[in-house]
């Protein structure tokens, strides 16, 4: 069973730009969230 490499290649960018934009607007909703909490 060879695992191909090329998939890998392919996948990896896709994966790597989406947990950034994640990270990004995850941290842009925490703040979101908590200015939302304090304000009450």
Avoid at 6 to 34: D, H, K, S, T, Y
Wanted: glycine share 8%; proline share 2%; charged share 10%.
């Amino acid at each position: 069973m060879d695992f191909d490499f090329r998939l890998l290649v392919v996948l990896m960018p896709i994966a790597i730009a989406g947990g950034w934009a994640v990270f990004n607007i995850g941290a842009a909703a925490l703040r979101q969230a908590q200015t939302f909490l304090s304000s009450k």
